[in-house]
């Protein structure tokens, strides 16, 4: 029993397949394995008379090679955008004062902010008291009452 001969036509096509499976599930996954299949068929199209097994073990390492080189680099990316906190939402409201509508029990309270209400834990104040969010664990905004009118 034989292997038909691998020709750069199979590993051109295998790449595109690979890159439209991309589109559908994205992660860059894909993407370097569609390239790792076009580099061997660019390869096997310049030199044909390399062994499938070979052809295999190239797709095999370059596929490996250009995962690891992809995802340490996406991890040394800086990451800058012009919204840095666009998921991390509580974040944003560090610093910012509001003004309590119910009060504070018990240590936990809850403010709106924009178009959400948000729970806070801090001290216990009545409502109309001004607090400033100095912090956030999870979903929760940690707040300080906020003594210094002229500040706000």
């Known amino acids: ?21 991309e589109v559908f599930a994205p992660g ?5 394995l569609g390239i790792s299949a076009g580099v061997v068929g660019t390869l096997v ?27 340490r680099y996406f991890r040394t990316l800086p990451g800058d955008t012009d ?6 939402r509580g974040e944003q409201y560090v610093g910012r004062l509001f003004t309590l509508t119910e009060p504070v029990v018990n ?8 178009d959400s209400t948000w729970k806070i834990h801090g001290e216990d104040c009545p409502a109309g008291t001004r607090v400033e969010v100095t912090g956030v664990e999870g979903t929760i ?8 009118v002229n500040n706000g």
Do not use: C
Request: a neutral charge.
């Open 45 to 71: 199209f310049l030199i044909p008379a390399v062994d499938w097994e070979y052809q295999v073990l190239m797709f095999s390492l370059l596929s490996v090679v250009s995962i690891i080189v992809w995802r």
């Open 141 to 148: 905004l940690k707040v300080a009452l906020k003594t210094d």
């Open 83 to 88: 919204q840095p906190m666009l998921n991390r």
């Open 107 to 114: 240590g936990v309270g809850k403010i709106t902010v924009d």
């Open 1 to 21: 029993m034989s292997i038909e001969v691998i020709s750069h036509w199979h590993w051109w096509i295998l790449a595109v397949v690979l890159v439209i499976l």
């Open 28 to 32: 860059a996954f894909f993407l370097w």
